[in-house]
């Protein structure tokens, strides 16, 4: 049936056809529920296209790792410098290695991202 809609107070009051209202909610004519949602979004899919998240982690994992192995002889030689030990400095590789791979998407320049976090650290001492 028919549902007017409109002010109280008078008015023009025009008339809305089921179909509309059945849209709007997000229910096909069928009475199925179609993929919008009541606040008119849609909803993701269970399983999106693309790379896992596990994917996408070795993949990120992989990468850091060829950053450390590209940037090898230069992280040597702070270490070197600062006269930091070898035990001290795998902690330190390893801290920066793991703070790196949290702020992938965040960091601009990671080769000297990394080399300025192992700088101060070997330097502090930390």
Known sequence: MPRRSGGEGGGKSRVEKPESRAAESGVAAGGERSGA???????TPSRKKGASPREQAL???KEVEALVRGLEPRIVEIFR???VEPLTAGVMLEEVVTLLLYRWGEVARPEAWVME???HR???GI
């Open 37 to 43: 949602t009541k606040l008119g979004r849609t909803r």
């Open 59 to 61: 993949r990120r994992w």
């Open 81 to 83: 410098r600062h006269s």
């Open 117 to 119: 976090m192992l700088e």
């Open 122 to 124: 070997a330097r502090r």
